[in-house]
Every structure is written in C-alpha cells, then in structure tokens.
C-alpha cells in the first residue's frame, strides 16, 4: 500500500493543481517523519531522489515547477531534525553539475532548486567548510547572472535579490557588494527586455529588506537609464520603482532620475507611463495638503518649465486624486495667465495655448462640456463634425480614439447626432461608389446617393466648415478607404453604448450605411491579398449593425441587390431581420469563396459577378459525403500572389467571429455545414500561405508575426467554439459529421503547421487556446466513428477513404514523434546531461494533454473512435507503401492510447474490427517486401499488434469467427 501510495503521488504530479502538489509534499513529509529508519530510505533514496532529479531533468519548466512545489514540503520543513541534512545529500551531487551543463533548460530548473535549498549546507560540517560551500554557491550565482542564456539571467538576476532580501544579515559585505554591483552595472545594460525587466523587479523586491537601504541609495541612480528604455514593461516598471522610493525616508526620487528626463518622459510617452509620473510628481507640483493658491502657483511653474508636460499632468490630474475644487481654480489661473500679457511673453502664451491642445485635452474639453450644456455650443459642434468625420488612420491611433468618443458624447447630449450620422453615411457611399469604380463591385440601387433623399430634421445646421471637409481636394482611393474604416470603427464603437445604439438603430439613414458597409466590407474580403492597407473594421461594423438589427428586430426591406422585393415563402414564419441576417451570412460567405479562389484564378483587380461558391473544388468521398476546399494549385500551395497579411487574417477572423455570435444566438442553425467549411477553408488557407512565403523565404515583420498568431490564436478558439455549438445543436436529422471531422483535423494540421514554419514558441500560444477546447475537440476528432458506430464493420475503411481526400499532416508528425521515440526508448544525454532537442515538442505536448482526458474519459465510445481514427491513417499509410507512417500511429495507439500492457483491448469494438483489416495487410506487405529497412518498420508494427490479435485469436476466437462470416 505504501509503495502504491507514491506511485499514485507521482502520476498525479504533472496534472496536479498548485494546492494539491503542496498538500502532496505535505503528506510526504508526514510520512517520512513517522516511518521507521528502513521505510524512510526507501522514502528519500527510491521516491525523494528521483523528484530532484526530474525537478532538474525535467521535460517542461511547468513539469519541473511542480515536482518543486512537491518537493517544497520538506524545504519549509528544513528546521525539523533530519531534513536539511537528507535535502543536502539528495541534491549536493546532482545540482552543481547540472548548473554548468550545456542544455540552458537543465541550467535554470537547476538555479530554481538552488534558489529553493538556499543556503545549501550539511547541518554537521565544520563552519570552514560551510563557508567555502557559501562561496562557491555565490560564484555560481554570480557566474549565472551573465549565462548565455536570458532565461537563465532572468532567474539569477531575481533569485539573486530575494536570497540578499532575505539574507542579508548573513550574507559577506563583499559578496553583497560584488552582486549588486553586477546587477547594477552590467545586467541593467542587458540586451534581453525580460532581464532588464527583472532587474527592477528583484530592486523593487530587495528595498523590501531595510537593511539595504544605505548601499542602494549610492548606487540606484545607475539605473536612471531605464527611464527611456525602448520597451513600455520596462519603463513602467522604473516608474513603479520611483513610487516606491517616495514612501521610503531618506530617498530622493530625483536623485534616480533627473526632474528633466522625467518631464521629457511625462511629455512624450505613453499614457500609461504618464500617469504613473504624474502619481510621482502630485505631491511637488499639485500638493493637496497645501492651500490652493499655492498647489496652482506650482503647477503654473510646471507648466512654464514644459508647457507640453504640464498639460499632460493636467490631464491625470483628475485620476489621480486632485480635487476638483482645485482644478476649477487652477483652469482659472491659467484663463488669467492668458489674458495678462504683463506676466507671460507671447511665445509662453502661444505654448499654453498649445499645450491645452495636446493630445486628450480637446476630448476633455468635450466632457466638460456635455456636462455643463452651454447654451452658445455651436463653435464646439463644429470642432466635433471636423473631428470625427477626418477620421483617416483613426482605428490605428488610441488617443484620436478617446477624443473622437468625447465628440460622440456632445453631438448625443445636443441632439445632433443625426447630422453627423447622416454625413457619416454620405462619405461610407461615396467610398463604396468608388469599390464600384475600381473594382467592378455590384452595387445596391438603396446605396447609392439619392438626390431626392428626405433630409433630416436638424441638417440645415451643416456649418460652411463641414462642407468643406466634405467637398475639399479629391482623394486617392486609399484615403478613402482609409477614411471609410476609420467611421466603420466609430459605428462599431457607437453599438457598444445603449444611447447611441438606440440613436443608430432609429436613423432614418442606417439602411443607406449598412448597404454601403457591405460594399466595402466585400472589397475589403477579396482584395485582402493584393491591397496591405485592407482593413478588418469595415467588415466589423458590417457584421455588428447586422446583429444588432437582428437582435433589435429592426428590420430593412427585404431587398435583393437587384432592388425587387420578394418574399421568400419558406421564411414566411421569421422575421424581416433574421432574413436580413441569414443574407448577410450568405454574402460574407460568397465573399470569402472568391478570396479563396482568388490565388488560383490571379484575378485581384476586379470582382466577379458571379459567386465561386459553386466553381470550388469538390471532392467526393465513396460514403458520398460532399466537402469543398479552396481553390489551390496542383502542389496544394496557394499561388505567387497569395500572400498572408496581418490584415489578411484580422478580416478572415472578423468573419469567423459573426458565424459563432450568430450561431450562439441561434440564427445560423440552417448553413452550419457551410459555415463549417468556410472555417476549414481559412484554416487552411492560412496553412498554404505559411507554407509558400516558408518556400520562398518571405519574411514577415516581428511585431507583424506576433500580431498574425494572436489573431490566429483568437481564431483557433472561435473554431474550437464552433465546434461546441455544432455538437450540441446535433440531432439526428441533421449532423454535420464530415465537415466536423474536417476542421479539428485542420485545426491540429494549423498548430503543426505554425510549429514547422515560425517555431515552437508561437506553437505553444495556439496550445493554450486549444487547451481549454480539449474535450470538444477530442469528442470532433471523434464524431466520424461516433455518429455513424451502427456501421461499424466497415468504419476503419470509411474513414480512411475520406481523410486520403485531405491528409491531416498532424498524423503524419505524430507518427515522426512515436518513430523518434522507438528509436530511443529515453532521452538520449552525455555525461553533462544534456539532451537532444525535440522535434515538434508542441504537437507532443498537445497529445500528452489528450491521452489522459481519454484515459480518464468514463465513456470508452471516445478511446474507441480516436483509436479508429488514427488506425485509418494505417490503412492510408499501408495503401501508400509509407510503413514509417504505420508504425509510428501503431506506436502511438499501443503504447500511449491503449497501453502495452491491455491485449484484450476490451470495449474498444471498433477498433477491433479495423484491427481485422490491418493486421492481415500488414502480414502481406512482409512477404511481398524486398527493402530491408521497410521489413524492419512492418515487422515491428506486427510485433506492436500481435499479442492483441493471438489473443483474439486463439483466447476468444473472435477474428476467426470473424474470417468465417467474410
């Protein structure tokens, strides 16, 4: 029972929450204190050292951090009698060697555990020979600080503080000297961001201690240069050190950091930095506990020494805890200041007057004003037509954003937000009249401008002012395209505020702008690929307005693009704006046919007409079962002018994002087929285009990249959410099998693809997304067998005959991986430790994830149908003479799924019965085979699926029974 008991404790290590883990280490502790002398080794020489050395050795860092926190049931414990001297012999012969190994990863789950032992000493030792184990750990320690590695310096570097945090008493001067000096000098200077990042961190930690409070208020001002470091996380973090200096006596925050680069900083960075200058600096320019002529009389001063950053102290004033009493008399000292030539120069008046402009003060004076309602606010009106309708670039630019809001807010407040809709929608036509131009796009009669159009209520209060931002110089097409998604992002903001939602709702203008939207969100779908400056807004304001209006019920007529009424019979039960919906859905889909076909046709100049829905490429299965797929070229590779794009994926995602909202309102019940396809056709669409720019070397921007997988990540869980909703909106009448089967595949063949092309670490962004999708789309890649188990004789054959149509690649690596691990049964290290690297260590991770949600799956149907399914990946393999394929999805099904051990294989039917196809072709393959090595491969898969079939052979008699029904 007690070695059961540990058996059970270490499988449950690599799944175990963080309490569970500390209550397992808890356990062991109890036990290893009141077993007798012989059970107790048994504890520490046959469970403990085999925790330490995977806490070093081990596969992950998260797999290492949890044996830690195990293993931190004795470290808490290490006063107890016996304790420190079992932790010192367990870790002392592995730990300072693994900290010097060539493999970067054994280094730093090594550091975490010396971090966690500090200080590592035999309890019994003579103090000459604790004091020489001290200082070699502080060489590490101080070696480790400039390692190769960044992720080894980031630990060394905040390990390094919390050991003088906490042992700063104990630890030599000259040790404590010679490593804060490092940090200080050499380590805030790193190349690595993280490292940089954690060397305020661990500052920020050791003020923590007092006793270090004289040696860093020496030597803090040598991290003054952070304070204009390139990267946003490191400045904000130096801002948050300044704070800290503030409540601690005997520190002067200026001293760190000059008051000139910090006004430099207030002035020019961004607002998060901003703000936290501006917390730093309130209780020297804006004190509270001062009488209010003088706090403004400082602020006056600010504002003289940099009138830009004393605006933009101004404008956080307020949320950072200035009273609004105050504020009020200090608008009116700056009034006075104005106006009283004698006591500013004109240039300090022009900058003033400048500085009330920058940046968020225009948005500030907005919401003052809609609070206060002047009666004289037509000035203001106009400010706020020429600021939302020269809307160029704005869904780029957050501040613009914020200012723009504030408009809104007004033009509500007076009741004019119908002039600026109306004019909105104006410009939304003239670009779409220009989609029509440029691009052959057809277009709705109701969108285009009306001269006989009913004029709303309040439009004779146009200012010359917005005619003229209307009617100034022609633009290019770009411009004006790029002037139509700066409004699509206004009509998408305005729908997330009920007041102007409603006002949206209500207009007499909103069918106008919704069939210009859908003109320009179609051009902004297809010419994705050939036009970079494509935006995904126009597509999601197109989408948003259509929702709304179905949630709403506010329905257009229902009109065809052709302009005739007619009423559809079958939809004479729902309403006008479910129909609208259904047509919305209808069209984007159309759209997205075309972008597919587009890189096999060239054609990126003009639209067709005619939709390529029907001209796709079908394939047709022997079960009769119709998919189609984008169209491609003859390699499966979208063409030379195919190219994925930051803009390219955010639309396609704009797209996927409408089909699961509809599906989830239960709008879309009626095409999930094709909404599955489509989702299957950005998939892999993506993976095509990965795969292209991979051969021909295309690079794409960094900070491009990141932005490309995050949307791809929001995707994949969009895809997985489909899945879901699909699933449970099952029936019997209607399931959509095949196309569900499908996607999962291309989701796995996407986290696969990303791994191959961009690398493990992108990969591993698509697995967080999958994991909480896990039982959904294990439950997919099952659904084939699932939904159609009554034919189970010949399942294994069915399903194989589909996926040849389209070959999910993930199969194919999974068999590389189970190929990799037969070849060596371990990891393969030297004497140093160090291990091979893994290859598509991603895709490994997602099946470790998989196979013990299957295990542990009370139903075996799900074991089955996966068993099935990957055993149909044989038969293609076995068709196509790819006996390397067949044995490493064998090794996968045997050794991972089922377990060596089971050769009953019991209640796994299915499986059986594919098995029964299999095993007799595999015994054919070995005889007609001449190549020695492609033997070895069938003999070994033989050898893999033999004990299941003599057993079934000779002890049940069920394949014999089996060959006498064929």
């Not at 805890?321 to 009020?328: D, F, I, M, Q, T």
Request: aromatic fraction near 8%.
């Amino acid at each position: 029972m007690f070695k059961e008991a540990l058996a059970m404790i270490k499988s449950q290590i690599p799944f175990g929450r963080k309490s569970m883990l500390e209550a397992y280490g808890d356990v062991l502790f109890r036990a290893w204190k009141g077993v007798d002398e012989g059970f107790r080794e048994e504890i520490e020489d046959g469970f403990l050292q085999g925790l330490v050395e995977g806490a070093i050795h081990g596969s992950s860092r998260e797999f290492a951090a949890s044996i830690r926190r195990v293993l931190g049931g004795f470290i808490s414990q290490r006063t107890t009698h016996g304790v420190e001297k079992m932790l010192f012999k367990l870790s002392e012969p592995v730990i300072f060697r693994s900290l010097q190994v060539a493999n970067s990863n054994v280094r730093q789950n090594a550091l975490h555990l010396l971090l966690d032992l500090f200080p590592l000493e035999y309890p019994d030792a003579t103090k000459e020979v604790k004091d020489t184990l001290l200082d070699k750990q502080f060489y590490i320690l101080e070696k480790l600080l400039m390692d190769d590695s960044p992720d080894v310096r980031v630990v060394a570097v905040e390990g390094c503080c919390r050991i003088l945090h906490l042992f700063w008493e104990i630890i030599p001067s000259s040790s404590i000297t010679k490593i804060i000096t490092k940090i200080l000098d050499d380590v805030s200077h790193d190349i690595c961001n993280e490292v940089r990042l954690s060397t305020l961190n661990g500052i920020i930690y050791l003020l923590g201690n007092p006793l270090s409070h004289e040696v860093l208020k020496v030597l803090l001002p040598r991290l003054g240069h952070l304070m204009q470091d390139n990267v946003l996380s490191v400045r904000l973090a130096m801002a948050d050190l300044l704070l800290l200096l503030c409540d601690i006596r005997n520190f002067q925050f200026n001293k760190v950091v000059s008051l000139d680069v910090l006004l430099s900083t207030l002035a020019n960075d961004q607002s998060q930095v901003a703000q936290k200058i501006t917390r730093l600096l309130m209780p020297s320019y804006f004190p509270s506990r001062m009488n209010i002529e003088e706090a403004c009389n400082r602020c006056v001063t600010l504002l003289k020494r940099s009138s830009v950053a004393g605006a933009r102290f101004c404008e956080f004033a307020v949320s950072e805890g200035a009273p609004l009493k105050s504020l009020v008399k200090l608008v009116g000292v700056f009034i006075n200041l104005v106006l009283s030539q004698d006591k500013l120069g004109a240039d300090q008046v022009e900058e003033l007057v400048c500085s009330c402009t920058y940046r968020r003060a225009q948005s500030s004076v907005f919401d003052i004003v809609s609070t206060l309602r002047p009666d004289n606010v037509a000035g203001l009106l106009e400010d706020c037509i020429g600021l939302v309708s020269n809307c160029r670039g704005l869904f780029e630019d957050e501040e613009r954003q914020a200012e723009v809001r504030s408009a809104h807010k007004l033009l509500l407040c007076f009741h004019a937000f119908d002039d600026i809709f109306e004019a909105l929608t104006t410009l939304l036509q003239k670009v779409a009249y220009r989609c029509h131009v440029k691009f052959d796009t057809e277009i709705p009669k109701h969108s285009v401008t009306s001269a006989k159009r009913k004029k709303s209520k309040s439009s004779v209060k146009m200012s010359a002012k917005w005619k003229y931002v209307s009617g100034k110089r022609s633009s290019s097409f770009e411009e004006d395209y790029s002037t139509a998604a700066g409004i699509a992002w206004q009509i998408k903001d305005l729908l997330t505020s009920e007041d102007s939602r409603k006002a949206i709702l209500g207009s007499q203008s909103l069918e106008r702008l919704f069939l210009a939207l859908k003109v320009i969100s179609e051009v902004s779908i297809v010419q994705s690929i050939c036009c970079e400056y494509m935006d995904a807004y126009p597509v999601l304001a197109y989408t948003a307005v259509a929702l709304q209006m179905a949630l709403q019920n506010t329905g257009m007529s229902n009109t065809n693009d052709s302009g005739s009424k007619k009423k559809n019979r079958t939809e004479s039960s729902r309403s006008i704006s479910e129909t609208m919906l259904d047509q919305t859905m209808d069209h984007l889909l159309n759209c997205t046919d075309k972008l597919f076909g587009a890189g096999d046709s060239g054609n990126c100049g003009k639209l067709s007409s005619n939709s390529n829905h029907d001209k796709n490429k079908v394939a047709q299965s022997r079960t009769g079962k119709v998919r189609e797929e984008p169209q491609m070229d003859i390699n499966g590779s979208v063409s030379a002018s195919q190219r994925i794009s930051l803009n390219n994926v955010k639309i396609l995602t704009a797209v996927l994002k409408f089909i699961v909202d509809s599906t989830a309102m239960g709008f879309v019940s009626d095409v999930q087929g094709r909404c599955l396809k489509f989702t299957s056709g950005f998939v892999r669409y993506v993976i095509s285009a990965l795969g292209q720019q991979s051969i021909d070397k295309l690079q794409i921007k960094d900070e491009d990249l990141r932005e490309i997988v995050q949307c791809l990540k929001i995707s994949f869980s969009y895809a997985a959410k489909l899945i879901n909703l699909v699933l449970r909106n099952s029936s019997e009448a209607s399931r959509p099998t095949a196309e569900v089967f499908d996607l999962v595949n291309d989701l796995f063949d996407l986290i696969s693809s990303i791994q191959l092309h961009m690398g493990s670490g992108y990969a591993a962004r698509l697995i967080v997304a999958a994991k909480a999708w896990l039982p959904d789309l294990i439950l997919a890649l099952g659904s084939w067998c699932i939904f159609n188990r009554s034919g189970a004789e010949g399942m294994c054959f069915t399903v194989s005959d589909h996926i040849k149509l389209h070959f999910p690649s993930w199969l194919l690596i999974l068999a590389k991986i189970g190929m990799n691990e037969m070849s060596t049964v371990s990891l393969e290290e030297d004497d140093t430790g160090v291990s091979e690297p893994e290859e598509f260590p991603e895709l490994k991770r997602l099946m470790e994830l998989i196979v013990p949600l299957l295990k542990g799956n009370q139903s075996i149907l799900v074991l089955d149908a996966i068993g099935v399914t990957l055993l149909s990946g044989c038969v293609v393999g076995l068709e196509r003479k790819d006996f390397g394929l067949v044995l490493g999805l064998l090794h996968f099904v045997c050794v991972k799924l089922v377990g060596l051990d089971d050769r009953e294989w019991s209640g796994l039917d299915m499986m059986l019965v594919s098995l029964a196809d299999i095993y007799p072709l595999i015994e054919k393959e070995i005889e007609e085979q001449c190549d020695e090595d492609e033997k070895q491969k069938l003999n070994s898969a033989k050898a893999l699926l033999e004990p299941i079939w003599m057993y079934h052979v000779y002890e049940t008699e069920r394949f014999s029974m089996m060959e006498e029904e064929i």
